[in-house]
Protein backbone atom coordinates (compact mmCIF):
# COMPACT_ATOMS: atom_id res chain seq x y z
CA UNK A 1 0.00 0.00 0.00
CA UNK A 2 1.51 3.24 -1.09
CA UNK A 3 1.69 5.99 2.53
CA UNK A 4 0.09 9.14 1.41
CA UNK A 5 2.14 11.50 1.24
CA UNK A 6 2.21 15.12 2.92
CA UNK A 7 1.23 18.34 1.85
CA UNK A 8 2.88 21.13 1.12
CA UNK A 9 2.36 24.80 1.31
CA UNK A 10 4.11 27.98 0.13
CA UNK A 11 3.48 31.48 -0.87
CA UNK A 12 5.89 34.55 -2.88
CA UNK A 13 4.32 37.73 -3.33
CA UNK A 14 4.18 38.20 -7.21
CA UNK A 15 7.29 40.64 -8.02
CA UNK A 16 7.91 39.96 -11.31
CA UNK A 17 11.46 38.22 -12.96
CA UNK A 18 12.57 36.19 -10.50
CA UNK A 19 16.63 36.92 -8.75
CA UNK A 20 19.45 34.80 -7.60
CA UNK A 21 18.31 35.27 -4.42
CA UNK A 22 14.38 34.16 -5.16
CA UNK A 23 16.16 31.42 -6.49
CA UNK A 24 18.44 30.18 -4.37
CA UNK A 25 16.33 31.12 -1.04
CA UNK A 26 13.29 29.14 -2.29
CA UNK A 27 12.62 28.21 -5.95
CA UNK A 28 14.90 25.84 -6.12
CA UNK A 29 13.45 24.38 -2.42
CA UNK A 30 10.03 24.45 -4.21
CA UNK A 31 11.15 22.31 -7.31
CA UNK A 32 13.09 19.76 -4.56
CA UNK A 33 10.06 19.08 -2.56
CA UNK A 34 8.05 17.80 -5.32
CA UNK A 35 10.07 14.68 -4.95
CA UNK A 36 8.66 13.69 -1.96
CA UNK A 37 5.49 16.25 -1.23
CA UNK A 38 1.89 17.19 -2.77
CA UNK A 39 3.18 20.56 -3.44
CA UNK A 40 0.73 23.66 -3.55
CA UNK A 41 2.38 26.84 -4.40
CA UNK A 42 0.60 30.45 -4.79
CA UNK A 43 1.66 33.78 -5.99
CA UNK A 44 -0.44 35.56 -2.99
CA UNK A 45 -1.59 38.81 -4.75
CA UNK A 46 -3.83 39.79 -2.16
CA UNK A 47 -0.44 39.58 0.48
CA UNK A 48 0.84 42.02 -1.91
CA UNK A 49 -1.70 44.69 -1.50
CA UNK A 50 -0.72 45.21 1.93
CA UNK A 51 2.36 47.56 0.71
CA UNK A 52 1.86 48.37 -2.69
CA UNK A 53 0.26 51.71 -3.68
CA UNK A 54 1.09 50.82 -7.36
CA UNK A 55 -1.01 47.81 -8.60
CA UNK A 56 -0.59 48.55 -12.19
CA UNK A 57 2.18 46.36 -12.31
CA UNK A 58 0.31 43.18 -10.55
CA UNK A 59 -0.74 41.10 -13.81
CA UNK A 60 2.27 41.25 -15.76
CA UNK A 61 4.47 40.49 -12.07
CA UNK A 62 2.54 37.46 -11.55
CA UNK A 63 2.85 36.52 -15.10
CA UNK A 64 6.74 37.18 -14.98
CA UNK A 65 6.82 35.61 -11.63
CA UNK A 66 5.11 32.72 -13.42
CA UNK A 67 6.88 31.95 -16.25
CA UNK A 68 9.85 31.66 -14.04
CA UNK A 69 8.81 28.96 -11.77
CA UNK A 70 7.28 26.72 -14.50
CA UNK A 71 11.05 27.37 -16.14
CA UNK A 72 12.86 26.02 -13.28
CA UNK A 73 10.81 22.84 -12.81
CA UNK A 74 7.53 23.66 -10.62
CA UNK A 75 5.61 21.08 -12.58
CA UNK A 76 1.56 20.79 -12.75
CA UNK A 77 1.83 17.54 -14.28
CA UNK A 78 3.84 16.29 -11.44
CA UNK A 79 0.68 17.47 -9.29
CA UNK A 80 1.82 20.40 -8.08
CA UNK A 81 -1.02 23.12 -7.53
CA UNK A 82 0.16 26.61 -8.71
CA UNK A 83 -2.36 29.02 -8.78
CA UNK A 84 -3.29 32.66 -7.59
CA UNK A 85 -4.37 33.50 -4.45
CA UNK A 86 -7.46 35.81 -5.56
CA UNK A 87 -8.40 33.24 -7.99
CA UNK A 88 -10.09 31.35 -4.66
CA UNK A 89 -12.30 33.56 -2.68
CA UNK A 90 -12.49 31.08 -0.14
CA UNK A 91 -9.91 32.39 1.37
CA UNK A 92 -10.89 36.14 2.13
CA UNK A 93 -13.90 34.11 3.78
CA UNK A 94 -12.08 31.95 5.86
CA UNK A 95 -9.74 34.72 6.57
CA UNK A 96 -12.66 36.48 8.07
CA UNK A 97 -13.93 33.88 10.03
CA UNK A 98 -10.14 33.06 12.10
CA UNK A 99 -9.91 36.87 12.41
CA UNK A 100 -12.94 36.45 14.76
CA UNK A 101 -11.02 33.83 16.93
CA UNK A 102 -7.77 35.63 16.50
CA UNK A 103 -6.99 38.59 19.47
CA UNK A 104 -6.12 41.86 18.71
CA UNK A 105 -3.16 42.13 20.84
CA UNK A 106 -1.43 39.13 19.52
CA UNK A 107 -1.29 40.82 16.10
CA UNK A 108 0.11 44.03 16.98
CA UNK A 109 2.31 42.54 19.45
CA UNK A 110 4.07 41.12 16.35
CA UNK A 111 7.50 42.12 15.62
CA UNK A 112 6.75 42.42 11.67
CA UNK A 113 4.05 44.53 12.50
CA UNK A 114 5.82 47.02 14.39
CA UNK A 115 8.96 46.81 11.69
CA UNK A 116 5.88 47.45 8.45
CA UNK A 117 4.61 50.31 10.55
CA UNK A 118 7.74 51.56 10.45
CA UNK A 119 8.49 51.80 7.04
CA UNK A 120 5.62 52.50 6.02
CA UNK A 121 4.14 54.88 8.78
CA UNK A 122 1.60 56.91 6.28
CA UNK A 123 0.16 53.17 5.07
CA UNK A 124 -0.84 51.55 8.26
CA UNK A 125 -3.88 49.73 6.46
CA UNK A 126 -5.81 47.15 8.26
CA UNK A 127 -4.41 44.65 5.96
CA UNK A 128 -1.27 44.68 7.13
CA UNK A 129 -2.55 43.92 10.97
CA UNK A 130 -4.40 40.98 9.52
CA UNK A 131 -1.93 39.55 7.37
CA UNK A 132 -0.57 37.05 9.54
CA UNK A 133 -4.39 35.36 9.57
CA UNK A 134 -4.49 35.89 6.02
CA UNK A 135 -1.30 33.86 5.71
CA UNK A 136 -2.97 31.38 8.47
CA UNK A 137 -5.94 31.24 6.04
CA UNK A 138 -3.86 30.08 3.16
CA UNK A 139 -2.42 27.42 4.45
CA UNK A 140 -5.56 26.06 6.51
CA UNK A 141 -7.80 26.47 3.45
CA UNK A 142 -5.72 24.26 1.63
CA UNK A 143 -5.53 21.17 4.56
CA UNK A 144 -1.74 21.47 4.45
CA UNK A 145 0.18 20.06 6.99
CA UNK A 146 3.80 21.01 6.14
CA UNK A 147 5.17 24.51 5.69
CA UNK A 148 8.77 25.09 4.21
CA UNK A 149 10.15 27.47 6.56
CA UNK A 150 13.91 28.56 7.34
CA UNK A 151 14.73 28.74 11.06
CA UNK A 152 14.26 32.82 11.36
CA UNK A 153 10.88 32.23 9.73
CA UNK A 154 9.71 29.52 12.12
CA UNK A 155 7.73 32.32 14.58
CA UNK A 156 5.44 33.26 11.55
CA UNK A 157 4.19 29.88 11.33
CA UNK A 158 4.17 29.31 14.88
CA UNK A 159 1.04 31.88 15.01
CA UNK A 160 -0.79 30.16 12.24
CA UNK A 161 -0.23 27.19 14.63
CA UNK A 162 -1.38 29.09 17.04
CA UNK A 163 -4.79 30.29 15.88
CA UNK A 164 -5.18 26.71 14.03
CA UNK A 165 -4.81 25.79 18.06
CA UNK A 166 -7.34 28.16 18.79
CA UNK A 167 -10.19 27.36 16.19
CA UNK A 168 -9.54 23.77 17.16
CA UNK A 169 -10.13 24.39 20.68
CA UNK A 170 -13.23 26.52 20.24
CA UNK A 171 -15.18 24.74 17.74
CA UNK A 172 -13.51 20.64 17.55
CA UNK A 173 -10.52 19.37 15.52
CA UNK A 174 -11.60 20.90 11.82
CA UNK A 175 -8.44 22.81 10.97
CA UNK A 176 -4.62 20.95 10.05
CA UNK A 177 -2.45 22.37 12.28
CA UNK A 178 0.68 22.65 9.99
CA UNK A 179 4.04 21.27 10.57
CA UNK A 180 7.40 23.42 9.70
CA UNK A 181 9.58 21.81 7.26
CA UNK A 182 13.40 23.27 8.47
CA UNK A 183 14.69 24.15 4.83
CA UNK A 184 18.15 26.15 4.12
CA UNK A 185 16.91 29.02 2.35
CA UNK A 186 19.88 30.93 1.35
CA UNK A 187 20.46 34.46 2.03
CA UNK A 188 21.80 36.27 -0.92
CA UNK A 189 23.55 39.40 -0.55
CA UNK A 190 22.96 42.03 -3.13
CA UNK A 191 25.63 43.02 -5.49
CA UNK A 192 26.34 46.11 -3.35
CA UNK A 193 27.56 43.28 -1.04
CA UNK A 194 25.66 44.51 1.53
CA UNK A 195 21.99 44.33 1.41
CA UNK A 196 19.67 41.24 1.06
CA UNK A 197 19.45 40.58 -2.97
CA UNK A 198 16.31 42.42 -3.48
CA UNK A 199 14.77 44.23 -6.54
CA UNK A 200 13.42 47.31 -4.91
CA UNK A 201 17.12 48.07 -4.13
CA UNK A 202 18.48 47.31 -7.30
CA UNK A 203 21.02 45.01 -6.69
CA UNK A 204 19.40 41.98 -8.07
CA UNK A 205 20.85 39.66 -11.24
CA UNK A 206 17.34 38.24 -12.63
CA UNK A 207 17.86 34.49 -13.24
CA UNK A 208 16.43 35.16 -16.68
CA UNK A 209 18.71 37.59 -17.97
CA UNK A 210 20.70 37.07 -21.10
CA UNK A 211 24.57 36.30 -20.54
CA UNK A 212 25.66 39.71 -21.34
CA UNK A 213 23.47 41.51 -18.70
CA UNK A 214 24.78 38.85 -16.21
CA UNK A 215 28.21 39.83 -17.16
CA UNK A 216 27.38 43.44 -16.64
CA UNK A 217 25.85 42.65 -12.98
CA UNK A 218 28.28 40.77 -11.97
CA UNK A 219 30.96 43.39 -12.91
CA UNK A 220 29.54 45.34 -10.65
CA UNK A 221 29.61 43.49 -7.98
CA UNK A 222 31.49 44.33 -4.44
CA UNK A 223 34.77 42.35 -3.39
CA UNK A 224 37.00 41.72 -0.63
CA UNK A 225 37.50 45.96 0.40
CA UNK A 226 40.86 45.40 1.50
CA UNK A 227 42.21 44.19 -1.82
CA UNK A 228 42.79 47.12 -3.54
CA UNK A 229 45.48 45.87 -6.17
CA UNK A 230 46.33 43.00 -7.96
CA UNK A 231 48.77 42.08 -5.79
CA UNK A 232 47.76 41.95 -2.99
CA UNK A 233 45.82 38.41 -1.43
CA UNK A 234 42.32 38.34 -0.83
CA UNK A 235 40.20 36.96 1.66
CA UNK A 236 37.08 35.24 -0.10
CA UNK A 237 35.29 34.80 3.33
CA UNK A 238 34.00 38.57 3.02
CA UNK A 239 33.77 38.00 -0.93
CA UNK A 240 30.24 37.79 -2.49
CA UNK A 241 31.75 36.77 -5.50
CA UNK A 242 33.10 33.69 -3.54
CA UNK A 243 29.64 33.23 -1.85
CA UNK A 244 28.02 32.71 -5.25
CA UNK A 245 31.29 30.76 -6.73
CA UNK A 246 30.58 28.59 -3.72
CA UNK A 247 27.15 27.45 -5.74
CA UNK A 248 27.82 28.26 -9.41
CA UNK A 249 31.27 26.95 -9.46
CA UNK A 250 31.61 23.85 -7.55
CA UNK A 251 34.51 22.21 -9.30
CA UNK A 252 36.36 25.14 -9.17
CA UNK A 253 35.70 26.45 -5.51
CA UNK A 254 38.69 25.07 -3.94
CA UNK A 255 40.96 26.66 -6.94
CA UNK A 256 39.28 29.82 -6.95
CA UNK A 257 40.12 30.17 -3.10
CA UNK A 258 43.29 28.88 -3.49
CA UNK A 259 44.28 31.55 -5.94
CA UNK A 260 42.38 34.51 -4.77
CA UNK A 261 44.31 33.98 -0.90
CA UNK A 262 48.00 34.21 -3.05
CA UNK A 263 46.85 36.88 -5.43
CA UNK A 264 47.02 34.11 -8.26
CA UNK A 265 43.54 35.81 -9.79
CA UNK A 266 42.47 39.36 -10.13
CA UNK A 267 38.91 39.80 -8.81
CA UNK A 268 37.88 40.86 -12.81
CA UNK A 269 38.63 37.57 -14.08
CA UNK A 270 37.08 35.77 -11.02
CA UNK A 271 34.32 37.80 -12.06
CA UNK A 272 34.20 36.77 -15.34
CA UNK A 273 34.30 33.37 -14.41
CA UNK A 274 31.27 33.44 -12.13
CA UNK A 275 29.43 35.22 -14.93
CA UNK A 276 29.79 32.65 -17.12
CA UNK A 277 29.14 29.97 -14.69
CA UNK A 278 25.69 31.89 -13.95
CA UNK A 279 24.79 32.17 -17.19
CA UNK A 280 25.59 28.18 -18.52
CA UNK A 281 24.02 26.96 -15.67
CA UNK A 282 20.50 29.01 -16.17
CA UNK A 283 21.00 28.16 -19.97
CA UNK A 284 17.96 25.66 -19.91
CA UNK A 285 16.40 27.45 -17.64
CA UNK A 286 16.33 30.47 -20.29
CA UNK A 287 14.85 28.48 -23.06
CA UNK A 288 12.24 26.71 -21.04
CA UNK A 289 11.13 30.26 -20.49
CA UNK A 290 11.22 31.16 -23.93
CA UNK A 291 9.04 28.46 -24.71
CA UNK A 292 6.25 29.13 -22.10
CA UNK A 293 6.64 32.73 -23.05
CA UNK A 294 6.03 31.95 -26.65
CA UNK A 295 2.30 30.65 -25.73
CA UNK A 296 1.31 32.97 -22.71
CA UNK A 297 -2.20 31.72 -22.73
CA UNK A 298 -0.75 28.32 -21.58
CA UNK A 299 0.83 30.13 -18.63
CA UNK A 300 -2.48 31.48 -17.97
CA UNK A 301 -3.96 28.28 -18.25
CA UNK A 302 -1.73 26.66 -15.78
CA UNK A 303 -2.86 28.84 -13.09
CA UNK A 304 -6.59 28.67 -13.81
CA UNK A 305 -6.46 24.82 -14.01
CA UNK A 306 -4.36 25.49 -10.37
CA UNK A 307 -7.12 27.49 -9.47
CA UNK A 308 -9.72 25.15 -10.24
CA UNK A 309 -7.82 22.18 -7.95
CA UNK A 310 -7.25 24.68 -5.32
CA UNK A 311 -11.01 25.43 -5.07
CA UNK A 312 -12.30 22.35 -4.95
CA UNK A 313 -9.69 22.03 -2.02
CA UNK A 314 -10.91 25.23 -0.65
CA UNK A 315 -14.75 24.08 -0.72
CA UNK A 316 -14.17 21.17 1.70
CA UNK A 317 -12.36 23.19 4.21
CA UNK A 318 -15.05 26.45 4.02
CA UNK A 319 -18.06 24.21 4.39
CA UNK A 320 -16.33 22.19 7.82
CA UNK A 321 -15.02 25.28 9.12
CA UNK A 322 -19.07 27.03 8.83
CA UNK A 323 -20.54 23.88 9.87
CA UNK A 324 -18.28 23.75 13.14
CA UNK A 325 -19.22 27.04 13.72
CA UNK A 326 -22.37 26.98 13.66
CA UNK A 327 -23.47 29.63 11.19
CA UNK A 328 -27.28 28.99 9.65
CA UNK A 329 -27.01 26.53 6.49
CA UNK A 330 -28.01 28.02 3.08
CA UNK A 331 -30.80 25.60 1.69
S1 LIG B 1 39.55 37.11 -6.44
FE1 LIG B 1 37.41 36.54 -6.47
S2 LIG B 1 36.98 35.75 -4.45
FE2 LIG B 1 38.90 36.90 -4.34
S3 LIG B 1 38.29 38.96 -3.66
FE3 LIG B 1 38.41 38.96 -5.91
S4 LIG B 1 36.35 38.51 -6.58
FE4 LIG B 1 36.48 37.93 -4.43
Redesign the pocket.
Known sequence: MTEQRHRVFSGARPTGRQHLGNYLGAIRNYVALQDDYDCIYCVVDLHALTTLSDTDKLRTWTYEMTLDWLAAGIDPDRGTILFVQSHVPQVVELHLLLSMVTPLGWLTRLPTFKEKVRQQPDNVNYGLVGYPVLMAADITLYKADTVPVGVDQAPHLEFTREIVRRFNRLFGDVLVEPQAKYTEFTKVLGIDGKQKMSKSLNNHIEIASPPEEIQGRVMQ?M??PA?RYRSDP???E?????SL?KFFSADEVGQ??H???NAG???V???RK?AQNIADYFAPFRERRAEWDAHPDDVWDVLADGARRASAIAEETITAVKDAIGLPERR
Do not use: F, S
Request: neutral net charge; hydrophobic residues 25%.
Open positions: MTDRGHPVCNVYHIEDCRIGCQCKL
